[in-house]
């Protein structure tokens, strides 16, 4: 992958982007774990510095350059965003949920920290997410109205009608088939309520207008969908060793795109929703060529 159409060379564009995210996450935490429990901090320090792609902070910050946002402390805003993920993977890759031993190619968590403060770290992350989208907002020089409308965003995608509420139906449908109506609106909320709120959360740190909010709103939900399709096929087409991560979606019994639709029709999906992804941007008149590019990476991803 290099240069992808509008010009865009995504390639340096992440590498860039995921520089000032590093950079970001580790200056917030270094504020942040100050309010915790010492204890703790080797545990949160694992589960938020210990990789990943960081695609979340990179779509929220893109999505407010392109609806004209010029602050570069919408990073401290954006990394918010990745404390809630990687909070979510400390507690996925649990004993008692998916019973994880490797991530990112490295030892999960509790592997290393153990389980009883795996467990409070990532709990620990929850509010320390929701005050670092509060400070980042004034630093932004947002109001507190504005603040309001970003922290809420966040925990309504991080909420029981988002993740938690799509990682619950998650677990109940392990070892049953699900229909492709449950297992749409089990993603929508497992991993597409918090890729909708990163490019939501942009577009309203940057004061974007209804309709380039409908707009970015629409993109979000597209390559939500996109990406978890994406997802499941290479789980299915690699093994732990190449995705870095373990146990596998046929290991635990779980319904995904490939298996009900097979591994041709669910890449012929997610193709089609990263480009109605692109067609709402442009509906919605964002000219967005990182945006444009990342929804197509995002569906030819190998990682
Ligand atoms: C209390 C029931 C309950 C839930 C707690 C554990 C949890 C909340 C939610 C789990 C949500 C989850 C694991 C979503 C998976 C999303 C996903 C596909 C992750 C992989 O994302 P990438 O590829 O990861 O962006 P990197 O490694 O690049 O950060």
């Known amino acids: ?56 902070p990179i779509l929220c910050v893109a999505a407010y350059r392109a609806a004209g946002g010029k602050d570069d402390g919408v990073y401290a805003l954006a990394v918010s965003l990745e404390l809630i993920h990687a909070y979510s993977l400390m507690h996925d890759d649990l004993p008692c949920m998916d019973d994880a031993e490797l991530r990112r190619g490295e030892p999960t968590t509790h592997k290393i920290h153990g389980e009883g403060p795996t467990m409070v770290a990532g709990a620990l992350l929850i509010p320390l997410a929701a005050f670092q989208a509060w400070k980042a907002a004034h630093g932004m020089g947002l109001d507190d109205k504005g603040g309001r409308a970003l922290v809420s965003e966040l925990s309504r995608a991080a909420g029981g009608g988002g993740m938690v509420g799509g990682q619950v139906l998650d677990l109940l449908g392990e070892g049953r088939t699900l229909s492709v109506p449950e297992l749409d609106d089990l993603h929508r909320r497992k991993t597409g309520a918090l890729l909708r709120a990163s490019l939501r959360m942009g577009g309203i740190a940057a004061g974007a207008s ?28 690699s093994d732990a060793q190449a995705l870095g991560k373990n146990p596998s979606d046929a290991e635990l019994g779980k319904s995904t795109y490939v298996t009900l639709f097979g591994v041709e029709e669910a890449s012929r999906r997610a193709h089609e929703l990263a480009e109605e992804a692109v ?25």
Not at 213 to 235: K, M, N, S, V
Not at 282 to 303: K, Q
């Open 210 to 237: 209804d309709r380039a909010l409908e707009a970015f709103d629409e993109y979000g939900r597209a390559i939500g969908l996109a990406f978890q399709i994406a997802d499941d096929l290479l789980d299915a087409t």
């Open 1 to 56: 992958m290099s240069t992808v159409g509008g010009g865009v060379d995504l390639e340096a564009f992440l590498v860039r982007e995921k520089e000032r995210v590093e950079a970001s996450l580790t200056e917030a935490l270094s504020s942040l774990l100050a309010k915790v429990p010492g204890a703790y901090a080797p545990a949160i320090q694992h589960g938020v510095l210990s990789g990943g792609k960081r695609l979340r």
């Open 279 to 303: 067609t709402a941007l442009r509906g919605g008149g964002i000219g967005a060529p990182e945006l444009e590019a990342l929804s197509r990476y995002i569906v030819d991803r190998t990682r």
